[in-house]
């Protein structure tokens, strides 16, 4: 097996793993929005903290966090 050989079956290997682990992000953060408001339909990561949740009733809606949000609880870490 000369240099050439070599180096021509890195480059396969090289593209081959390269197809395999690219993938978007983007299905996984769709699927990710679980938490809905009840006045406006806004989704929201399921990961999203209680205070962002209260800012958005609050300066959307005029509303406190549980007429938006009903039965959110936050996931602790």
Do not use: D
């Not at 006045?39 to 209260?54: D, E, G, H, M, P």
Request: hydrophobic share 25%; with cysteine; proline share 1%.
């Amino acid at each position: 097996m000369g240099n050439g050989q070599k180096a021509q079956h890195k480059r396969e290997r090289a593209k081959g793993s390269a197809q395999k682990t690219a993938s978007s992000q983007l299905k996984t953060n769709e699927a990710a929005k679980t938490v809905i408001c009840k006045v406006c339909r806004n989704t929201f990561l399921c990961t999203v903290r209680q205070k962002a949740l209260k800012e958005h009733a609050e300066n959307k809606h005029s509303k406190n966090l549980e007429e938006c949000f009903p039965g959110f609880t936050e996931i602790k870490k």
